[in-house]
């Protein structure tokens, strides 16, 4: 039986004021391409269904045709709404870029979908902006998923260098924090994961393949 990940990516492609935003590409890509050699069956889905909004500076500088090629996933995302439990995955993994912290913290389907995966022991992977997916996850006693669990996502000196901190609706490492997660942070822009048990948890882009590649040994 080949391993099935749920890929959910935002649907969101504003930021507040306004500013334009959606999915940061490599991170989806990366981590598709390495399930994808796994042989991986891979599941897309996102909030509203349909096109998932990819950032456009996430296609600034030289982005790989291999990674530019996974877009095509993108076109016709599955609506959270309609997948019926967690069970069917042996993983879930969120993938960033700034339109999560808009769309992620509050749906509940992913709330109730990365609980019932976490509680039966299946893998529950973020990277940089898709921990936002993360902070509204209780556990079934009532205790947010995060605490006491080491963890990391894109930090707050990073928002601060993209200059795009006024425009979060808060602080994904300070909400973290606020969690009672051990918030784990390296210098920016370094490639960077923690894994605690099942849960894997990447700091940036530069961190997708290494989440991915965590996610795959966990998984054999």
């Known amino acids: 039986m080949s391993k ?9 492609d504003k930021m507040n004021e306004g500013h334009e935003t959606g999915l940061w590409l ?13 042989g991986y069956e891979i599941t897309v889905a996102s909030p509203k269904g349909g096109k998932a909004p990819v950032d456009d500076r996430s296609l600034e ?12 996933y993108l076109e016709n995302t599955l609506k959270l709404e309609d997948i019926k439990d967690a069970s069917a995955y042996d993983a879930i993994f969120l993938p960033g870029g700034h339109g999560t912290m808009f769309d992620l913290p509050d749906n509940e389907k992913l709330h109730a979908l990365l609980r019932e995966a976490y509680e039966a022991n299946n893998v529950v992977a973020a990277v940089c902006h ?3 997916g993360l902070v ?12 006491g669990k080491a963890v990391t996502a894109f ?9 795009l901190d006024q425009y979060m609706p808060f602080l994904l490492e300070t909400r973290l924090r606020e969690l009672g997660g051990k918030f784990v942070a390296a210098p920016n822009w370094t490639d ?14 530069q961190s997708t393949i290494s989440v991915a590649k965590a996610v795959v040994k966990t998984l054999a």
């Open 61 to 72: 500088g030289e982005t790989p045709q291999e990674i530019l090629d996974t877009a095509v």
């Open 130 to 132: 898709g921990p936002a």
């Open 26 to 38: 490599s991170e989806f890509g990366e981590a598709y391409v390495e399930f994808a050699k796994a």
């Open 192 to 205: 960077h994961l923690q894994v605690d048990g099942n849960l894997i948890t990447g700091q940036n882009p």
């Open 4 to 12: 099935h990940i749920l890929m959910v990516v935002t649907t969101a």
């Open 136 to 147: 509204g996850v209780k556990l079934s006693d009532g205790t947010p998923l995060v605490a």
């Open 155 to 163: 930090t707050d000196e990073e928002e601060r260098e993209t200059t």
